[in-house]
């Protein structure tokens, strides 16, 4: 339940974005999530909610979100993405393993 808002938004944004392919105007997309009730501690379970939350807010206020077509989206992905492109990964710093976050990994 904790990553619903961010996906619906993020899948929705993405399969808007054109060019669509020959003869497809819109794609319906269906979501379903999982209830996260005593799936984590609830210490965990709030500090996940918090990220998610700044993270959708960070999606909006971002670069990514205001790109209109695939290729740039691929481009972006690829090559500046922190999660994705190599330099951004080499970049990145280790996450705290004992953090509340980071045990939702």
């Excluded at 379903?32 to 501690?41: F, K, N, T």
């Amino acid at each position: 339940e904790f990553q619903i808002r961010r996906t619906q938004t993020i899948y929705r944004w993405l399969f808007e974005l054109m060019p669509m392919p020959r003869g497809k105007h819109s794609y319906v997309l269906s979501f379903r999530s999982v209830d996260d009730e005593g799936a984590l501690p609830a210490e965990v379970l709030s500090s996940r909610r918090v990220k998610e939350a700044s993270s959708l807010r960070a999606f909006w206020a971002g670069e990514l979100a205001r790109m209109r077509r695939l290729e740039q989206v691929h481009q972006f992905m690829y090559t500046q993405h922190s999660a994705y492109s190599a330099q951004g990964m080499l970049s990145k710093k280790a996450m705290n393993a004992s953090s509340a976050v980071a045990q939702t990994y």
